[in-house]
Nanobody, 121 residues
Framework: QVQLVESGGGTVQAGGSLRLSCAASGRTFSKNAMGWFRHPPGKEREFVAGITWSASSTEYADSVKGRFTISRDNAKNTVYLQMNSLKPEDTAVYYC??????????????WGQGTQVTVSS
């Protein structure tokens, strides 16, 4: 059974940092792009960041550029999202995803269960 399990969410004050982790199990994703989405309260789900299978390319939503960094460790089958300079508008449930192919413009094969991030002002 394939699972993506997020961890590292929580409550932090504005300006603080959090590091989300997504551990994959059931199969290796070393040849798949990975990414993060988020679902803010009262809004639609949105793309946050993506990383190719080799980590040679990354992409970020404009709202998080310069503050968030996505990375991966294929040996650990894990992807990370380092979030710095957090703002109240970053409050959301954050989801890890695994894409079908090696780039992050394609079909999403798997979703994690989500982890709550709350940024207080």
């Amino acid at each position: 059974q394939v699972q993506l399990v997020e961890s590292g969410g929580g409550t932090v004050q504005a300006g603080g940092s959090l590091r989300l982790s997504c551990a994959a199990s059931g199969r290796t994703f070393s040849k798949n792009a990975m990414g993060w989405f988020r679902h803010p309260p009262g809004k639609e789900r949105e793309f946050v960041a993506g990383i190719t299978w080799s980590a040679s390319s990354t992409e970020y939503a404009d709202s998080v550029k310069g503050r968030f960094t996505i990375s991966r460790d294929n040996a650990k089958n894990t992807v990370y999202l380092q979030m710095n300079s957090l703002k109240p508008e970053d409050t959301a449930v954050y989801y890890c995803v695994a894409y079908y192919s090696g780039n992050y413009y394609g079909v999403i094969d798997y979703w994690g269960q989500g982890t709550q991030v709350t940024v207080s002002s």
